[in-house]
């Protein structure tokens, strides 16, 4: 079985720059969410879809990010304009269906972004 | 949502049993205790999962005493390739979302 496929893998830009990450979930994975990882931390919930539907974005910033899962498959998180402090690892993780517990996350290996 | 405790970082050797416990006092009822590990650029890895007493797969051991407010994940003969974040995690069956603490940065010497 294919894994979450994440890209890029890298990315640096600088402050004030808008960037986006991609995301393509496992086959069948109807819930995917996008995690921000910043150094040392665990990773942090930003949104959470369910389809194509959004569950939970409380902890997104919304004034500089925003993200989308058209046709419940793909997704893209943005960010823009960047800040320094957006300096983090951003995962996709996506499992079979929101309610059939906490098994089954699959993550990416993220996309590691550098703001200068 | 019960928060979790766990040792910001454990120190082993090769070939050592390494057991980490992760403390969760206001666990509910219908909760699990969920294991992840995440090695260095790469996401966190499902381990393995547990509601009470012990599960043990190809991976790990959990060990979960009866009051379930704590719990002991057991890596048996460690090796250097166990290097890596251990985060301890506790949600219901039902509640999708993970919410993940610091772990322990668990570091495997020769």
């Known amino acids: 079985e294919a894994g979450v496929a994440q890209s890029p893998r890298y990315k640096i830009i600088e402050k004030r720059q808008s960037v986006a990450f991609w995301c393509n979930p496992i086959?069948?994975?109807?819930?995917l969410y996008w995690y921000q990882q910043i150094l040392g931390q665990g990773p942090k919930l930003l949104i959470q879809?369910?389809?194509?539907?959004?569950?939970?974005d409380s902890q997104l910033p919304k004034d500089r990010f925003s993200a989308e899962r058209l046709k419940g498959v793909d997704s893209t998180l943005k960010i823009q304009p960047a800040k320094l402090e957006d300096s983090a690892v951003y995962l996709c993780?996506?499992?079979?269906?929101?309610?059939?517990?906490?098994?089954?996350?699959?993550f990416g290996s993220g996309t590691r972004l550098t703001v200068v | 949502l019960a928060k979790t405790t766990q040792p910001i970082s454990m120190d082993s050797y090769e070939g050592q049993e390494v057991n980490i416990t992760c403390s969760h006092n206001?666990?509910?009822?219908?909760?699990?205790i969920t294991w992840y590990q995440q090695f260095p650029s790469q996401g966190p890895r499902f381990i393995i999962q547990?509601?009470?007493t012990k599960v043990t797969n190809e991976v790990a051991s959990l060990f979960i005493p009866a009051d379930r407010k704590s719990s002991t994940l057991s890596l048996p003969r460690v090796s250097l390739s166990d290097t890596a974040v251990y985060y301890c995690?506790?949600?219901?069956?039902?509640?999708?979302?993970?919410?993940f603490g610091k772990g322990t940065m668990l570091l495997v010497s020769p």
């Open positions: 547990g509601y009470k």
């Open positions: 086959s069948g994975h109807a819930t």
């Open positions: 206001n666990i509910a009822t219908n909760d699990y």
């Open positions: 995690l506790v949600g219901a069956t039902g509640y999708s979302t993970l919410t």
């Open positions: 879809f369910q389809n194509n539907g959004v569950v939970d």
């Open positions: 993780a996506s499992s079979l269906l929101a309610g059939t517990g906490i098994l089954g996350y699959t």
